[in-house]
């Protein structure tokens, strides 16, 4: 069968197999009570569900390699050798994260997989799934780490020495789980990627839609504040007379906000934690320690806010008589999908008979670590009520449904031979 033939007869996934794998993963670090999980970069939960995926990819026959990030490829022969269409995500999650944020992706991949496999189609190009390591970067810092040194955007030995949260460093946790493989870093560069997504926003459900076509992702800059001031008594010690960094911390968090209603959506702006030392009820804290995350699909507008909050911290700081020390988690400017991959999913969905909108997205995903290699896009399905990280996170069967359909056909389409 042709490439051509192939995306006008492609088949359907079948949704009660994807609700099943989608099931069984979430039991591995279920948050008890709840439909959510956890698994941290490279805890054991994290390789537990490793476990799980890698086994349905190997039954599947799949040819699985793991590189020396922990990244996993698993590839499905196609009619011809070279370069893959690719599909995938994330597996690992926040702490308290729900079952679809990036484990839809690569569990809709494997299912689109089987599904052609039971029909009997193999198309012109392999096709691959993947889940990259670290793309939360709850646990170790930047985020998109995997897909970041799957591409070449940062230097393995420089990856292998990041410390995470709890002091481990992410070569030795590697090594632990067992998941330090051997396949070469940067990676095979794909034909073309395609990540499928739930929303993590509002949009598509408010707007009734069911498919985005994501056209980018914002720019992010996260970076890290310490302020250091005096502990003192706090009934003692004047107003006057104080330098109080938990006050220093506080204005910041409150600017950070005034900044973001200031230059206009889509900017957005969060100190998301503030840790007081020595966080006593009656001190002064002598240190406070805080994060921020600036976001922009404009990078001349993210370097303003980058540039206005500094000073803000600096000027207010030295007002309080504090020193203040910053150090950047992650910086990525935005990004712009491929436009005829944009336009693929776009159509695509139509043709399902699905409604569609063209949409950037918020957070951050592998997908925009790709797209400095390949042509890239994302689908984007909707999330109830917006919420994501979070226990609660929900998409319905019919929205996950459409959403597989619509990567399944874009990657056919992608992978059918060139018009000659």
Sequence with gaps: MTGTDITTTAPRIDIDRLLARLADLAAIGAIDGTEGCARLALTDEDRA????????????????????????VATMAGQTDGPPVMCGSHIDTVRT?????????VLAGLEAIETLQTAGITPYRPLAVAFFTDEEGARFAPDMLGSLVYVGG?????????????????????QRIGYDGAAPIPGITPHAFVELHVEQGPVLEAEGIT???????????????????QSNHAGTTPMNLRHDPGYVAAACASFARELALDLGHPQVATVGRIELHPNLVNVVAAKATFTVDLRNTDENILQEAERRFAEFLATTAEAEGCT???????????VQFDPDIVALVERSATELG???????????????MLARVCPTAMVFTPSRDGISHNPAEYTSPADLEAGANVMLRVMLELAAEDPS
């Excluded at 599947?60 to 922990?70: A, H, K, N, P, Q």
Aim: charged letters at 20%; hydrophobic letters at 40%; glycine letters at 16%.
């Design 49 to 72: 569900g490793r476990d799980l995926v890698v086994a349905a990819m190997r039954d599947l026959g799949l040819s699985v390699t793991i590189d020396r990030i922990g990244n996993v």
């Design 97 to 105: 994260g729900g079952r679809y944020d990036g484990n839809l992706g």
């Design 154 to 174: 940062m230097a393995l030995e420089q990856a292998l020495e990041i410390e995470g949260i709890d002091g481990a460093t992410v070569g030795d946790e590697l």
């Design 211 to 229: 498919v985005g076509a994501v056209t980018g992702v914002q720019g992010i800059s996260w970076q890290e504040v310490t302020v250091v001031g």
């Design 324 to 334: 203040i020390e910053t150090q950047e988690l992650a910086r990525f400017e935005p």
């Design 354 to 368: 699905h409604t569609v909108k063209r949409m950037p997205s918020g957070a951050g995903h592998d997908a925009q």
